[in-house]
């Protein structure tokens, strides 16, 4: 006979490799990375793997959450075959550890890259681990617990190595609408450049290159968290590492640090641009572990007619247990649409986003030493451009440009790039898909050897 009677809530666990979270009825519990190290002793999960992540590489899994899966790995991790087996491993340990015994399972908030198969994989992995699951939802869902009057609602998952932009419909209730991925903006990537963007810091200040041995590796890993703050919070950023005897000092440029956060956002921009054009003001939630990195969530608020709201750490776990039925001896399905649990938000003032902070409009493209002033007549770009047409005539012997490259023209009140050629136009470094919003301050790239046409704006003498 099937059992929906319990004596508590059960466990809640949100699923995402960047930061598995775990909460119970008394709230947040416990937030750790997907992280494995399987060296000397037991398997070390989580938190417990930080401090000797960087140290043992090969001894090291961040993806078994990722690519779960129970297939055979080319090389074991040791006792671990699979990535299932590793999976099942770490969902035991946070079973045996936060769980009670009025518990009788868990709820789990599904990452939205997960295939029907990996859902399939979990829940086999779940059983042969006893870890029973009483229920599932898709993270996305669970995260989003207040509807946005009047707004389109935008949900990002970043996972340690995707990033997930998901439509949120709002009839009633939340449920799953198109999804969109960026393999390219994983916590593990923006981690990657912040590494980087510090250790060249280093080098320049004292040619020490702290990324020379896994060890010093190792140590800027376990100062990163602490670092980034420093330079969200500071202009200048002075950080110290030190190796044996010797201490090795740099500053960090805040300024300049966050504009290269942001550049490698520029793909997500995009895509949250041309959604406004189209679609009208939007809301945007984003998960706190993004906004962490200093640059990221200060590009987002640029963004005119967005409102940006940080997400409270765990709320996929939370907003799950909250909402879903738990069942017994009944397979679980991902739900993918929940109540709301919380009230409406009305929409925001023009004048939270400070004018000084929005993208700027362009007024001419720049070309050399040409300035193009951009009004209603399209601007031709390529090598075909005759003289009796308005546009940027490039020199016919340049490699990889179209006779007709690329178009920017004005569409109902927005300036935007169109990619007419089958060499490919990047847009800050970034390749465009068909078209793209611009502003003042975007660079457009196109041939070989690469051509750069800047946008600018006209200012007034203070430069206003």
């Not at 190792?218 to 969200?232: I, K, T, Y």
């Amino acid at each position: 006979m099937e059992n929906t009677q319990f004596v508590s809530t059960p466990l809640a666990i949100d699923l995402n490799d960047a930061a598995v979270a775990v909460a119970n009825e008394a709230g947040l519990l416990h937030v750790e990375p997907a992280y494995v190290v399987v060296a000397d002793g037991p398997a070390r999960f989580g938190t417990a793997a930080l401090p000797v992540l960087k140290r043992w590489p090969r001894l090291t899994s961040v993806r078994y959450w990722r690519d779960l899966t129970a297939t055979p790995l080319p090389r074991p991790l040791r006792a671990f075959e699979s990535n299932a087996e590793i999976v099942g491993a770490h969902l035991r340990r946070l079973w045996l550890h936060y769980g009670t015994s009025s518990q009788q399972g868990i709820v789990g908030a599904t990452p939205p890259w997960w295939t029907p198969e990996q859902i399939a994989a979990l829940i086999g992995t779940s059983r042969a681990y006893d870890v029973p699951i009483l229920g599932l939802v898709d993270a996305s869902v669970a995260a989003v617990r207040n509807e946005y009057p009047g707004r389109e609602l935008l949900q990002i998952d970043a996972g340690l190595h995707t990033l997930t932009l998901t439509h949120m419909r709002q009839d009633g209730q939340v449920s799953l609408g198109e999804r969109e991925f960026f393999p390219s903006l994983g916590i593990e990537s923006l981690q990657r450049l912040a590494t980087e963007l510090i250790a060249r810091r280093f080098i320049e200040y004292s040619r020490f290159d702290p990324l020379h041995s896994a060890e010093m590796e190792q140590a800027l890993f376990n100062h990163l968290p602490d670092w980034l703050g420093r330079v969200a919070r500071d202009v200048d950023a002075r950080l110290e590492l030190k190796s044996g005897n010797d201490r090795f000092r740099a500053t960090i440029d805040a300024a300049d640090f966050k504009e290269r956060m942001a550049a490698a956002c520029e793909p997500l921009l995009q895509r949250l641009r041309s959604r406004i054009v189209m679609r009208g003001p939007h809301v945007v939630q984003v998960p706190q572990r993004l906004a962490d990195f200093p640059g990221v969530i200060e590009c987002l608020m640029r963004l005119q007619e967005c409102e940006i709201h940080v997400l409270e750490p765990g709320v996929a776990a939370l907003g799950a247990l909250s909402r879903i039925e738990p069942r017994w001896g009944i397979e679980p399905v991902v739900q993918t649409q929940l109540p709301w649990d919380r009230p409406p938000v009305a929409r925001a003032s023009a004048s939270v986003v400070p004018a000084e902070r929005s993208e700027r409009a362009a007024s001419h493209l720049l070309a050399g030493h040409r300035a193009f002033r951009l009004g209603a007549e399209p601007l031709r770009i390529g090598t075909g451009i005759t003289a009796d047409e308005w546009g940027v005539a490039l020199d016919t012997g340049l490699r990889g440009v179209s006779r007709l490259h690329c178009t920017v023209r004005t569409e109902n009140g927005t300036l935007m790039l169109f990619d007419h050629s089958r060499f490919g136009t990047l847009l800050n470094g970034h390749r465009v898909d068909s078209a793209a919003v611009l502003k003042a301050g975007d660079v457009i790239t196109l041939g070989t050897p690469p051509v750069e046409l800047r946008l600018i704006a006209e200012v007034s003498g203070n430069g206003a």
